[in-house]
């Protein structure tokens, strides 16, 4: 599924929830999605932290590392 899909569809649900209350089957759809999202923006964050570097006045780059 395609991110545009999924957010569209959050959206959608969120729509439905403000006029009424959404049911168990769409709560859990709700859910699902969000998850779907909040993983993706995750990995986007992590690709982008693992080619980060860190330069320093001297001229020096360092690879950020992961906390423990």
Same mark, same amino acid.
């Given at each position: 599924?395609?991110?545009?899909?999924?957010?569209?569809?959050?959206?959608?649900?969120?729509?439905?929830?403000?006029?009424?209350?959404?049911?168990?089957?769409?709560?859990?759809?709700?859910?699902?999605?969000?998850?779907? !999202?909040?993983?993706?923006?995750?990995?986007?964050?992590?690709?982008?932290?693992?080619?980060?570097?860190?330069? !320093?006045?001297?001229?020096?780059?360092?690879?950020?590392?992961?906390?423990?």
């Amino acid at each position: 599924m395609e991110m545009r899909e999924v957010i569209a569809q959050i959206n959608a649900l969120a729509k439905t929830a403000k006029e009424r209350p959404l049911t168990p089957e769409e709560t859990a759809i709700r859910d699902r999605l969000r998850r779907i !999202y909040i993983d993706a923006v995750k990995a986007n964050l992590t690709g982008q932290l693992d080619n980060t570097y860190v330069l !320093y006045p001297d001229g020096t780059k360092k690879k950020l590392e992961k906390k423990k």
